[in-house]
């Protein structure tokens, strides 16, 4: 048993072999080197494009951590998708690097008088005696597991990743569900579906990927392709099912699919993604998703001449 001072005994004891109380995996940072966005007298004798330097990292939410060494303080906190592209765009005219983390690390605090570049070394457990942005960024790309990076592709990465996750989540339906009856089958897809949507951090990746639609189509394509696609195709298996069974009468049952996603979220989505209204509570979700269900159906069930139709046939 180590004792440490006035340290508690089990603290001490459960310490990993670098002297940390949790084991943590390496990550990947990317590290942007940027122009200055305001003219300092220093400017001139560093260079063009690289005056600062400062880190990012995507979390599984669609946030970003970011780590900016400021001349006053170390700015760390964590930015909403929105603001991390206004960060990554400045990144974009200089040079954007992903880097792996050392753990433990190499780096040292005998360095003394820090900058960006001194203290951005020091997050990557980089050992480096230079005192510039640009020294740095020789350093690192010189590294063989280096990468360049764009915006736009770390977009779609994370978006992807957080879409499809959330997407996959609220379209799992077991084995038990898909035999209830079709109006409590779409009841439970509805309600998840909605609840999903409202996801503060869903709402923030798809204002981005609506008010980045412009700058950056591939991103705001794949936030659709993992988000209302997949929805669309699992509703329209559901009704072709259903429309074989005789439980309604569709012409195209992706057009049904599609119809009953937009009566689902109606505006309440868009006022949500826009900030207009508060989220909905969960039973202002169920509610919305039962009179979605009751007005789709009512208008899908088959007519009585469909239904002696479809008899003469099988007759």
Same mark, same amino acid.
């Given at each position: 048993?180590?004792?440490? $001072?006035?340290?508690?005994?089990?603290?001490?004891?459960?310490?990993?072999?670098? $002297?940390? #109380?949790?084991?943590?995996?390496?990550?990947?940072?990317?590290?942007?080197?940027?122009?200055?966005?305001? +003219?300092?007298?220093?400017?001139?004798?560093?260079?063009?494009?690289?005056?600062?330097?400062?880190?990012?990292?995507?979390?599984?939410?669609?946030?970003?951590? #970011?780590?900016?060494?400021?001349?006053?303080?170390?700015?760390?906190?964590?930015?909403?998708?929105?603001?991390? @592209?206004?960060?990554?765009?400045?990144?974009?005219?200089?040079?954007?690097?992903?880097?792996?983390?050392?753990?433990?690390?190499?780096?040292?605090?005998?360095?003394?008088?820090?900058?960006?570049?001194?203290?951005?070394?020091?997050?990557?457990?980089?050992?480096?005696?230079?005192?510039?942005?640009? $020294?740095?960024?020789?350093?690192?790309?010189?590294?063989?597991?280096?990468? +360049?990076?764009?915006?736009?592709?770390?977009?779609?990465?994370?978006?992807?990743? @957080?879409?499809?996750?959330?997407?996959?989540?609220?379209?799992?339906?077991?084995?038990?569900?898909?035999?209830?009856?079709?109006?409590?089958?779409?009841? /439970?897809?509805?309600?998840? #579906?909605?609840?999903?949507?409202?996801?503060?951090?869903?709402? %923030?990746?798809?204002?981005?990927?609506?008010? %980045?639609?412009?700058?950056?189509?591939?991103?705001? +394509?794949?936030?659709?392709?993992?988000?209302?696609?997949?929805?669309?195709?699992?509703?329209?298996?559901?009704?072709?099912?259903?429309?074989?069974?005789?439980?309604?009468?569709?012409?195209?049952?992706?057009?049904?699919?599609?119809?009953?996603?937009?009566?689902?979220?109606?505006?309440?989505?868009? %006022?949500?993604?826009?900030? #207009?209204?508060?989220?909905?509570?969960?039973?202002? /979700?169920?509610?919305?998703?039962?009179?979605?269900?009751?007005?789709?159906?009512?208008?899908?069930?088959?007519?009585?001449?469909?239904?002696?139709?479809?008899?003469?046939?099988?007759?």
């Amino acid at each position: 048993m180590k004792v440490v $001072g006035d340290v508690p005994p089990d603290l001490a004891n459960s310490i990993d072999e670098h $002297g940390s #109380l949790v084991t943590v995996d390496p990550a990947d940072w990317i590290v942007c080197f940027v122009p200055g966005l305001r +003219r300092q007298w220093w400017h001139r004798f560093v260079h063009h494009r690289h005056k600062h330097v400062f880190a990012m990292r995507p979390t599984s939410t669609g946030s970003w951590l #970011l780590v900016e060494p400021w001349w006053t303080r170390m700015m760390v906190t964590i930015l909403p998708p929105a603001d991390a @592209v206004r960060f990554l765009r400045w990144g974009a005219t200089g040079d954007i690097l992903r880097i792996r983390e050392a753990v433990p690390g190499k780096a040292s605090q005998i360095r003394g008088w820090s900058n960006c570049a001194v203290l951005s070394a020091f997050l990557l457990g980089r050992p480096s005696w230079t005192w510039t942005p640009h $020294g740095l960024y020789r350093q690192l790309i010189r590294e063989r597991s280096t990468r +360049r990076e764009n915006v736009q592709q770390l977009l779609v990465d994370q978006f992807t990743k @957080v879409v499809s996750h959330c997407s996959s989540n609220a379209l799992s339906v077991s084995a038990d569900q898909l035999s209830l009856p079709l109006r409590e089958l779409l009841i /439970i897809i509805g309600r998840n #579906l909605l609840e999903t949507m409202m996801t503060p951090s869903l709402l %923030e990746v798809c204002y981005t990927a609506i008010l %980045e639609a412009d700058r950056y189509p591939d991103a705001t +394509r794949a936030y659709a392709q993992h988000g209302p696609t997949p929805a669309i195709a699992v509703l329209t298996k559901i009704l072709e099912r259903a429309k074989q069974a005789g439980e309604v009468d569709l012409a195209d049952c992706e057009a049904g699919a599609r119809q009953f996603l937009g009566m689902l979220h109606g505006d309440v989505h868009l %006022e949500a993604v826009l900030q #207009l209204r508060e989220i909905p509570t969960l039973s202002e /979700i169920d509610l919305r998703a039962r009179n979605a269900v009751k007005v789709f159906l009512d208008g899908a069930e088959p007519d009585e001449a469909s239904i002696l139709a479809r008899g003469a046939l099988t007759a």
